[in-house]
């Protein structure tokens, strides 16, 4: 279960994507996460999914 407030969800997704996923897809797949909700939480908070770095900026 990933964490509902957005700010230790930015977090632990960059963590989990700087140490255990390739990609965004590869993390939404594995721990079975909405990826679009998952985007619009992070979004709202003004944290957006960059591919390049593999981690929201």
């Known amino acids: 279960m990933l ?3 957005p ?3 930015l977090s632990y997704v ?3 994507l700087r ?3 390739p990609t965004l897809d590869a993390l939404c797949d ?4 909405d990826k679009q ?3 619009e939480t992070l979004k ?4 957006t999914y960059s ?3 593999n981690r929201f900026v």
Do not use: G, H, S
Not at 30 to 33: I, V, Y
Not at 44 to 47: G, K, L, Q
């Open 30 to 33: 594995d721990l079975n996460a």
């Open 51 to 53: 591919a390049e770095l």
């Open 44 to 47: 709202a908070v003004d944290y």
């Open 19 to 21: 140490d255990d996923y």
């Open 37 to 39: 909700q998952l985007e």
């Open 3 to 5: 964490p509902t407030d």
């Open 7 to 9: 700010m230790i969800l």
């Open 14 to 16: 960059n963590t989990k």
